[in-house]
């Protein structure tokens, strides 16, 4: 069975930005498509943003663009997404979530909390 | 892309049916067969339990199902058991720009 592997916590200052990863553990990060969601401490879950490794293709949700990076290298297969300018009300789990083909995401990562705190 | 909207909550005994609904517009649910289902359990990475509206991936329970009417897609689970408590969210793809979108999510109760 399929995993995307995510990197650690991060706690951050107000103002700086974080980059996470997400690697799968079987195939390569092109038979993908891989988005970022992201979920505040008892809130529910909010779309970040999107990339087609094989076509370089990225889109994301209005509210972030600007302020967002969704990429992808293909050789270290990982998919990354950074964010800038942080603020405390970005404190949250960012999942990646992987489609391999289905208009949906059958794969999920474990999660990366990320806080920002001065 | 404003959330699609879903009930803050359900709840339903065990081996009852309970139904989730998930609206939102032209541009979204009512445009494109393009919606999935996602359970949820604390502290847990959601799940896929529906796509393409109707469609249940391999291993999920057929007593998930999917449908949709207009703006609105559905979940219904019959046969209510205790490890259906969950957060249940609804996704679309969303068309324009390309976005997508999530529901607000629906806490499910058993009693």
């Known amino acids: 069975q399929v995993q995307l592997l995510q990197s650690g916590a991060e706690v951050k200052k107000p103002g700086s930005s974080v980059k996470v990863s997400c690697k799968p553990s079987?195939?390569?990060?092109?038979?993908?498509?891989i988005s970022w969601v992201r979920q505040a401490p008892g809130q529910g879950l909010e779309w970040v943003g999107r990339i087609i490794p094989v076509l370089g293709i990225t889109h994301s949700a209005p509210r972030f663009q600007g302020r967002v990076t969704v990429s992808a290298d293909k050789s270290t297969n990982t998919a990354y997404m950074e964010l800038y300018s942080l603020r405390s009300e970005d404190t949250a789990v960012y999942f990646c979530?992987?489609?391999?083909?289905?208009?949906?995401?059958?794969?999920w990562g474990q999660g990366t909390l990320v806080t920002v705190s001065s | 892309q404003s959330a699609l909207t879903q009930p803050a909550s359900v709840s339903g005994s065990p081996g009852q049916s309970i139904t989730i609904s998930c609206s939102g517009t032209p541009s979204d649910v009512g445009g494109y067969n393009l919606v999935s289902w996602y359970q949820q359990h604390p502290g847990k990475a959601p799940k896929l339990i529906i796509y393409?509206?109707?469609k249940r991936p391999s291993g999920i329970s057929n007593r998930f199902s999917g449908s949709k009417s207009g703006n609105t897609a559905s979940l219904t689970i019959s046969g209510l058991q205790a490890e259906d408590e969950a957060d249940y969210y609804c996704?679309?793809?969303?068309?324009?720009?390309?976005?997508?979108?999530f529901g607000g999510g629906t806490r499910l109760t058993v009693l």
């Open positions: 393409e509206v109707t």
């Open positions: 979530a992987g489609d391999a083909g289905s208009g949906s995401y059958d794969y």
């Open positions: 996704w679309s793809y969303g068309g324009s720009n390309s976005v997508e979108v």
């Open positions: 079987g195939g390569t990060i092109t038979g993908y498509t």
